[in-house]
T-cell receptor
């Protein structure tokens, strides 16, 4: 089945540690996105990529980094510079077609311990 | 504040009743989309309405869009227990290249269907 796979489902990070969240899609979509969701709030855009080896900052990129070496993969690294990383992280993809909905993964819940 | 804001924040109804959620936004848009999120899960795309459309149907869903008032509504008819979830509106604006839209999400409406 085509879709987006995010791993791990739960992740615990110690203070000062970098962690990487995985996002893989087999939909052949050109665009991929990372969103952050805090309790009771909507989604905020962290980074997005519309083509391999290119990506752009979203609204809250500070403390995060990404790479897009393959069309299928868009990993997100939460660095130690992100002061409040505890949140639910969602990856999404889109075929770069206007008026086409996004496909989301099932999310990674990151907790700082 | 959010580009899209849903109203009400929470809604509880009896199974079989209709549920209506509203979304207001601030800027001009290409389209408006509605998504559903079950607790602790990812979002599922429900329906998209273009800026030149006024109403759209998909199964038990009916979406309206009033661009003059910058508002949209989502109606779920004959609600079921499985409809219990959070519902988000997202506005698509042409900020990105390649003709794709940037999606900006509201804070959501938490819908509870009482069996």
């Amino acid at each position: 089945d085509g879709g987006i796979t995010q791993s791990p489902k739960y992740l615990f990070r110690k203070e000062g540690q970098n962690v990487t969240l995985s996002c893989e899609q087999n939909l052949n979509h050109d665009a991929m996105y990372w969103y952050r969701q805090d309790p009771g709030q909507g989604l905020r855009l962290i980074y997005y990529s519309q083509i391999v080896n290119d990506f752009q900052k979203g609204d809250i990129a500070e403390g995060y980094s990404v790479s897009r070496e393959k069309k299928e993969s868009f990993p997100l690294t939460v660095t130690s510079a992100q002061k409040n990383p505890t949140a639910f992280y969602l990856c999404a993809s889109n075929p770069l077609t206007a008026n086409y909905g996004y496909t989301f993964g099932s999310g990674t819940r990151l907790t700082v311990v | 504040s959010q580009q899209g804001e849903e109203d009400p924040q929470a809604l509880s109804i009896q199974e079989g009743e209709n549920a209506t959620m509203n979304c207001s936004y601030k800027t001009s848009i290409n389209n408006l989309q509605w998504y559903r999120q079950n607790s602790g899960r990812g979002l599922v795309h429900l329906i998209l309405i273009r800026s030149n459309e006024r109403e759209k149907h998909s199964g038990r869903l009916r979406v309206t869009l009033d661009t003059s008032k910058k508002s949209s509504s989502l109606l779920i008819t004959a609600s079921r227990a499985a409809d219990t979830a959070s519902y988000f509106c997202a506005t698509g604006t042409s900020t990105f290249n390649f003709g794709n839209e940037k999606l900006t999400f509201g804070t959501g409406t938490r819908l509870t269907i009482i069996p």
